[in-house]
């Protein structure tokens, strides 16, 4: 999906963290119930995207909660069995890649007690896949797309961390 959308902008609400911006390590972690298989295929896929945000004609924007990072860097709700060392990890590598890719790759922070949104993913015009946790719903219709874009929308305006601030927030955090 995400070769037929070049040339288009790519939006995305994750369901944890964005993919491409997780380490190997946290991959690991929230996909270790799954057969080892599946584990090297998440880690395939987040390479594959990191190369593919790297192209110059590619454009991504990500929106998610900022409490999602607070709950990483305090070891708290899924990520309470992460180890401390890995946490820093991960958000020193988040923090590089969000100021490597920007701006073609950029990562809106909203407040989660404000809004809520379902993981999606807009893939241009032509296709939109909603996560239900194990399988997507995949959409084609136009005027569907649109709605979900809408809501991305939405998500940015709310956001009270703008991509120009994306890296230097994840920095300050504070892994305890």
């Known amino acids: 999906w995400h070769r037929e959308a070049i040339g288009y902008k790519i939006r995305y609400v994750p369901s944890t963290l964005p993919d491409l911006l997780r380490t190997k390590a946290v991959i690991e972690y929230e996909f270790k119930s799954e057969k080892p298989v599946l584990i090297d295929a998440k880690n395939d896929q987040a390479e594959a995207q990191l190369t593919y945000s790297r192209l110059p004609e590619t454009e991504m924007e990500v929106v998610m909660p900022w409490q999602r990072l607070y709950s990483l860097a305090s070891g708290s709700g899924i990520w309470s069995g992460l180890q401390r060392g890995v946490r820093q990890a991960q958000l020193e590598q988040m923090a590089h890649l969000l100021d490597e890719l920007y701006p073609t790759f950029r990562l809106f922070l909203f407040d989660g007690v404000k809004a809520y949104s379902a993981p999606f993913t807009v893939f241009g015009p032509k296709r939109a896949a909603v996560y239900l946790g194990?399988?997507?719903?995949?959409?084609?219709?136009?005027?569907?797309?649109?709605?979900?874009?809408?809501?991305?929308?939405?998500?940015?305006?709310?956001?009270?961390?703008?991509?120009?601030?994306?890296?230097?927030f994840v920095s300050q955090l504070k892994v305890i």
């Open 134 to 168: 194990g399988v997507y719903l995949v959409i084609n219709s136009v005027e569907q797309i649109r709605q979900l874009s809408m809501r991305f929308d939405q998500l940015i305006r709310i956001s009270a961390i703008g991509p120009d601030r994306a890296s230097a």
